[in-house]
């Protein structure tokens, strides 16, 4: 087809419908069937067309938003962000896309919604700007997934960087109260049953609650006190009688947040631990240890195998790179976790080894045979640790094949 068949063919098609009814039903399936919300405004940013036919508009009627501003039409929570940006566009002419605004609709003011905004400029032919038109997309469930991920994130960055119990709680609290909530004046308190003086992670837990750690407020300190529950039950039941009891107390429902956390029992025979000499001599000594133990555990022969090896090399980093007294310690839980402890605060470095080098290659062993690895740091020390599922026991295995 010729340039001169293509712009009759063009002319025919265009001349076909007329182009000022074509935009207008463009226009009108916009604003009555699209499942994209279209907010038309004028130059003073109010509202002058919409599409109500979106699931985020079920309920509205047109009559209500119309004429209103637009800082005042869609319970906007940051109402002043969003004129600046519809009037950056009405003024620049410049597009806005794909903008992340929240916003709690009147009628259900605690359901915050996530709305993916772009805005442009109409203008008339002359060039004269009529007013911002605006497409908002509901997003929510999308926003929300990347906020978990993004949260799961901080906590792996953030918590369990020391094998202190009461320092771990805090990290916690650091991370997940801005998340959840707005800290009030004062801070976050962390409750939490703690094992033992020693603060061993794998010692002997208990169901009591703590008593009013320093620094408490006298309210907290005698909900505390007076908690009829003494730490049994549902921990939802024991925040709400904590929090009503400390209400009572101080005289007021002013806002509070509080974290529990309750650890279980572990039984002793699940952990064996074990000191070794500061000589290359203990990785045999380390590897028999642990041979016998995964035996008398029932661990299949090829996790026993890949742990001995993990073993090995974490206990030649120890006594290469580390300071005595070094400590081998293996917890038996749902995962398999092994812990090799010395009394150097230098971190281990994973290094890719060339062909030709000798050494450097345990903590890459390391990283390839466990499903997690790392290293907590305390004031005398670290602890190298790593963790392998285990099989499921056959009684929890599937059906046969």
Known sequence: MTRGEQDARGEQVRGSVPVGETGQALL?????????????????????????????????????????????AYGLVDPDGMEALARGVLETGLPVLDRIVRIRPPEEPDDERFHSISAFRLADRRGRALGPAVAAVDVTDRERARG???????????VGRTLDTVVTCRELADVLVPAFAEVPEGGVLVLAGLPDADGDPAGPRGDALPGPPDGAPPGLRAALRKSPVGGAGPLQDLCDEIVYRRDQAAGRADGAV???????????DRVAAWPLEADLAAVAVARRHVRARLRDWGVDEETASNTELIVSELVTNAVRHGAPPLTLRLIHDRTLTCEVRDHSLAAPLLRHARAADEGGRGLFIVSRLAQLWGTCFAADGKTLWTEKSLPAPPDRAGPPA
């Open 148 to 158: 978990g991920l993004a949260l799961l994130e901080a906590v792996h960055r953030g």
């Open 28 to 72: 009108e399936a916009l604003l009555t069937v699209s499942p994209v919300g279209l907010h038309v405004l004028d130059t003073e940013l109010r509202v002058v067309r919409i599409n109500t036919a979106t699931p985020a508009m079920r309920g509205v009627r047109a009559q209500d938003l119309l004429g209103r501003r637009l800082t005042e």
């Open 258 to 268: 509080l974290l529990l956390a309750r650890t279980r029992a572990f039984p002793a």
